[in-house]
């Protein structure tokens, strides 16, 4: 396998599809099939040499390292992700990760008025849910939408939902076990007529479906690194919209969300008056350095192409799967469907499981199957070879039921 890294075939492999020209700079690609991009984005090869930045950094200039740009990264770097997202230039904070991000948005809001209903949609990850859930001993009332499939998430009934009792209304652009695309600008339309707010978790979408925050009018948005955006673990971001930040004064905060850190008042905070006020203590600095390399390289690619080359990729996964008698639990509308396909075989977790012992990476959902994610460095091949091979081992297993 793995025929299009063998060096006489690549310029070929490249003219057909000039992103392949970045296989080189993702070293496990040269080994294994890599569909596994939800999940875990491939590291790039410069990202060692990133970790080595921030140890030679570090010994070398020891606690000068802060002043001379250690303090501005959660800043410096979240700019790297605004130009994903269609963010303006410092309205990204860099978190450790969403749960993070979510607790320090909801703990703006005092949820024992009358506006204390915080809407969430049936596919949104269950972290946050559970983050919510711990608000109600705060007086929030949280009500689910439900989705009627488990793989779909229908506008109507969460925008019905939406009344003068919500504050918070939380969705996630794309579905983590569907990759179902949800209309976040009309539930941001219908919040704000209601005089609520709206939460976008981008997590599953930034990086492969574009994303623009502020034609959306979104209030908040979350999302992490360690999926689309190649950025590895421990680096989350939190978008808020500039015109809110006056108003906005997180329970959930820290030092480094004063307006004078290093004066160490003690007392009640006074935020500061940028988008640091959404910070709290130290700031991650070593995933802040590793998470740079994936915000690059898409940028310089750009969400756009990277788009294109996945609708043609899932569709291709989809055909395929079909032809295979595979049941796929995708969308096969493109303007509702994320980067992942989903195909659901008998003892999926199993078949999993086989096909990481043939280096094929993959995973597992209960209710939905197996996710299959082609990124901007997957090769056509790759499709043929993982639908081929889970065939076969289904095929190869006692109760084979693919008709
Ligand atoms: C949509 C979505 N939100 C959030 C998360 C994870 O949140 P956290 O950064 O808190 O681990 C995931 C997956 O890990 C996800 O798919």
């Not at 200039?61 to 410092?90: D, Q």
């Given at each position: 396998m793995n025929?299009?890294?063998?060096r006489?075939?690549v310029?070929?492999?490249?003219a057909?599809d000039?992103?392949?020209a970045?296989?080189?700079?993702f070293?496990?690609l040269a080994?294994?099939?890599?569909?596994?991009?939800?999940?875990?984005g491939?590291?790039?090869?410069?990202?060692?040499e990133?970790?080595r930045e921030f140890?030679?950094?570090?010994?070398?200039?020891?606690?000068?390292?802060?002043?001379e740009g250690w303090w501005?990264m959660?800043v410096?770097?979240g700019?790297?992700?605004?130009?994903?997202?269609g963010?303006?230039?410092g309205e990204?904070?860099?978190?450790q990760?969403?749960?993070i991000?979510?607790?320090?948005?909801?703990?703006?809001?005092?949820?024992?008025?009358p506006r204390n209903k915080l809407?969430t949609a049936?596919l949104n990850?269950?972290?946050?849910?559970?983050?919510?859930?711990?608000?109600?001993?705060?007086?929030a009332?949280?009500v689910t939408v439900?989705?009627?499939?488990g793989?779909?998430?229908?506008?109507?009934p969460?925008l019905?939902?939406?009344?003068?009792?919500?504050?918070?209304?939380?969705?996630s652009?794309?579905?983590?076990r569907?990759?179902y695309?949800?209309d976040v600008a009309?539930?941001?339309?219908?919040a704000?007529?209601?005089g609520?707010?709206v939460i976008a978790d981008?997590?599953?979408?930034?990086?492969?479906?574009?994303?623009?925050?502020?034609?959306?009018?979104a209030d908040?948005a979350?999302?992490?690194?360690?999926?689309?955006?190649?950025?590895g673990?421990?680096?989350?971001y939190l978008?808020?919209?500039?015109d809110?930040w006056?108003?906005?004064e997180?329970?959930?905060?820290?030092?480094?969300?004063h307006?004078q850190?290093?004066a160490f008042e003690?007392?009640a905070?006074?935020?500061?008056g940028?988008?640091?006020?959404?910070l709290?203590?130290?700031?991650?600095?070593?995933?802040?350095?590793t998470?740079?390399?994936g915000?690059?390289?898409?940028?310089e690619?750009?969400?756009?192409?990277?788009?294109e080359?996945?609708?043609?990729q899932?569709?291709?996964?989809?055909?395929l799967?079909?032809a295979?008698g595979?049941r796929?639990n995708t969308?096969?509308d493109p303007a509702r469907?994320g980067?992942?396909?989903?195909?659901d075989?008998p003892?999926?977790?199993?078949?999993?499981?086989e096909?990481?012992?043939r280096?094929?990476?993959?995973?597992?959902?209960?209710?939905?199957?197996i996710?299959?994610?082609?990124?901007?460095?997957?090769?056509?091949?790759?499709?043929?070879?993982?639908?081929?091979?889970?065939?076969?081992?289904?095929e190869s297993?006692p109760a084979?039921?693919?008709?």
């Amino acid at each position: 396998m793995n025929q299009y890294d063998n060096r006489s075939r690549v310029g070929y492999y490249i003219a057909m599809d000039p992103l392949l020209a970045w296989r080189e700079e993702f070293p496990i690609l040269a080994h294994t099939t890599y569909m596994i991009s939800h999940s875990l984005g491939a590291m790039p090869r410069r990202t060692a040499e990133r970790a080595r930045e921030f140890t030679d950094t570090w010994a070398a200039r020891g606690v000068r390292a802060w002043e001379e740009g250690w303090w501005e990264m959660p800043v410096t770097v979240g700019n790297l992700i605004a130009s994903i997202i269609g963010a303006g230039e410092g309205e990204v904070v860099m978190q450790q990760n969403v749960s993070i991000a979510q607790s320090i948005v909801s703990s703006c809001f005092d949820w024992r008025g009358p506006r204390n209903k915080l809407i969430t949609a049936g596919l949104n990850f269950p972290s946050n849910d559970y983050v919510y859930h711990g608000l109600e001993r705060q007086g929030a009332c949280v009500v689910t939408v439900p989705s009627p499939d488990g793989f779909t998430m229908p506008l109507e009934p969460v925008l019905d939902a939406i009344d003068e009792q919500t504050r918070l209304v939380s969705v996630s652009h794309v579905a983590f076990r569907s990759s179902y695309v949800q209309d976040v600008a009309a539930i941001v339309a219908r919040a704000h007529a209601m005089g609520a707010m709206v939460i976008a978790d981008l997590y599953q979408s930034a990086g492969t479906v574009p994303v623009d925050v502020r034609a959306w009018n979104a209030d908040f948005a979350v999302g992490g690194s360690v999926k689309w955006l190649c950025g590895g673990p421990g680096a989350g971001y939190l978008y808020v919209r500039r015109d809110l930040w006056g108003s906005l004064e997180p329970a959930f905060t820290g030092w480094a969300a004063h307006e004078q850190p290093f004066a160490f008042e003690g007392g009640a905070i006074r935020y500061t008056g940028d988008a640091y006020r959404f910070l709290n203590g130290t700031p991650n600095v070593p995933a802040l350095y590793t998470a740079r390399s994936g915000y690059e390289i898409v940028n310089e690619i750009g969400v756009a192409a990277i788009r294109e080359k996945s609708l043609r990729q899932t569709a291709r996964l989809m055909e395929l799967a079909a032809a295979a008698g595979i049941r796929v639990n995708t969308c096969a509308d493109p303007a509702r469907r994320g980067g992942v396909v989903t195909l659901d075989v008998p003892d999926g977790y199993e078949v999993t499981k086989e096909l990481g012992r043939r280096q094929i990476l993959v995973d597992y959902r209960p209710q939905a199957g197996i996710r299959v994610a082609p990124h901007f460095y997957t090769a056509d091949e790759e499709l043929e070879h993982t639908v081929r091979e889970i065939r076969a081992i289904v095929e190869s297993r006692p109760a084979a039921a693919i008709s």
